[in-house]
């Protein structure tokens, strides 16, 4: 696996765990839709949150939250519709980041609710 996938993987691992810590109930992880993808659908009381995680080894080049771009929160928007409808819920849905910087000096969590509202 390639070091840059490693280092995703090791950011959604560190996701599900703090989101499970503040009460989530993981749903999903990797949830597909045609070639779109969230990275983690979890429950938190009656809201669907769909979780778009972001790991950077260094904040060199921006915020790891700064590279979600408007294409993307489009895929998102249609996958989480699609697995709205699918499983035939009515909930409210919110967009969150989680933003990890993990490198030699540590690493830093930040989870950003609502990140992108009302589309």
Same mark, same amino acid.
């Given at each position: 696996?390639?070091?840059? %996938?490693?280092?995703? =993987?090791?950011?959604?691992?560190?996701?599900? /765990?703090?989101?499970?810590? @503040?009460?989530? =109930?993981?749903?999903?992880?990797?949830?597909? !839709? +045609? =070639?779109?993808?969230?990275?983690?659908? *979890?429950?938190?009381?009656?809201?669907?949150? *769909?979780?778009?995680?972001?790991?950077?080894? &260094? $904040?060199?080049?921006? %915020? $790891? +939250?700064?590279?979600?771009? $408007? /294409?993307?929160?489009?895929?998102?928007?249609? &996958?989480?519709?699609?697995?709205? %409808?699918?499983?035939?819920?009515?909930?409210?849905?919110?967009?969150?980041?989680?933003?990890?910087? =993990?490198?030699?000096?540590? &690493? @830093?969590?930040?989870?950003?609710?609502? *990140?992108?509202?009302? !589309?």
């Amino acid at each position: 696996m390639a070091a840059h %996938n490693e280092l995703g =993987k090791k950011g959604e691992d560190l996701a599900v /765990k703090l989101l499970q810590e @503040k009460g989530y =109930k993981i749903l999903e992880t990797n949830y597909t !839709f +045609q =070639k779109f993808e969230v990275d983690i659908i *979890a429950l938190k009381e009656d809201v669907l949150v *769909a979780v778009e995680v972001k790991t950077r080894s &260094t $904040p060199e080049f921006g %915020n $790891p +939250q700064d590279f979600v771009k $408007p /294409k993307q929160i489009k895929r998102l928007v249609a &996958t989480i519709d699609h697995y709205v %409808n699918e499983k035939e819920l009515d909930v409210d849905v919110r967009f969150d980041i989680v933003a990890i910087i =993990k490198n030699k000096q540590g &690493t @830093k969590i930040e989870h950003l609710e609502e *990140a992108f509202l009302h !589309f």
